[in-house]
């Protein structure tokens, strides 16, 4: 695999360097004082789906405490749709602990997002917060469209790629576990889905557009100490579009984290091969 071109450590380093450990201050957290590390979660269940945990953290861990939660629903009608406790609870010795949300799948309604918010009953003076957002959504049935090559500009490398179309939605698609399949360490379980079509150059994405007009989709792999990698696309459509003379979809885009940009603007292309169930 060629190495990622890394633009953010330069930066990283001056931070660094301009710390001095005799200036720190230690900070003794309370058993108490419960937080989110992560401020959001998007969940997509399948049939087998009965329940999505979240992570609620603490600063110490010595002794049992309940915290308790307040729950809202964006869409209150949802609300009756799911199981949402009104506490958490750590055991001694915890200093993590799951909050779990539990639902009937088959009660959900099929590509509608339920968005809920998580509050903790908590004070901290960490530089975390005690709000969570979470998104959960009944995944749609997917088809094999067909079978194409996958290029990853970040990992100048190509792989034989699936394309999938979603029953319930005939302009849905995405690529499941794309990355996964260029690369056997990463994590299963993120997608790349996005509108189009099926003849016109314009494509588009479920996620929403920044004031850039771009939109960030999580890759599954994670690069070191900087966790999740992102494909940050420009969807304009001079860059991001399908060209049906070559039958090849282009995606332009920067490989990121959450601390900055990787490498440099490029493009991933997927060009369709033979067609499966579903394809043309």
């Keep these: 695999m060629k190495a990622i071109k890394i633009l953010i450590f330069t930066a990283v380093l001056a931070a660094a360097a301009a710390c001095d450990p005799t200036d720190m201050v230690t900070y003794e957290a ?28 603490r600063g110490n861990s010595e002794g049992a405490i309940t915290v308790p939660v307040t729950v809202a629903f964006a869409d209150e009608p949802a609300a009756s749709l799911f199981s949402a406790p009104d506490h958490v609870e750590f055991a001694d010795g915890e200093i993590y602990a799951d909050y779990t949300i539990s639902f009937d799948v088959t009660d959900l309604t099929i590509g509608v997002t339920n968005a809920i918010t998580i509050t903790l009953d908590s004070e901290t003076d960490l530089l975390y917060s005690t709000e969570c957002s979470v998104s959960i959504m009944r995944d749609y049935t997917w088809i094999d469209y067909a079978t194409g090559t996958y290029y990853s500009a970040a990992f100048g490398e ?100 959450s601390a900055g940009a990787l490498a440099d603007w490029a493009d991933d292309t997927f060009t369709l091969g033979s067609a499966s169930s579903g394809g043309e």
């Design 158 to 257: 190509s792989w034989s790629q699936v394309m999938q179309r979603a029953s319930e939605n005939q302009d849905l698609y995405r690529f499941e576990n794309w990355y996964m399949n260029g690369d056997p360490d990463t994590e299963a379980g993120y997608n790349f889905q996005f509108t189009w079509d099926g003849s016109s150059a314009t494509l588009g994405f479920t996620e929403p557009a920044d004031g850039n007009g771009c939109v960030t989709v999580p890759t599954g792999y994670s690069y070191g100490a900087y966790g999740m990698t992102y494909m940050y696309i420009d969807t304009a459509a001079e860059y991001t579009y399908y060209d049906s003379a070559t039958q090849t979809f282009n995606f332009n885009y920067q490989f990121i984290v």
């Design 30 to 57: 309370r058993n108490d004082e419960a937080f989110f590390e992560t401020s959001s979660y998007s969940f997509v269940a399948t049939s087998e789906t009965t329940s999505c945990s979240v992570t609620v953290s």
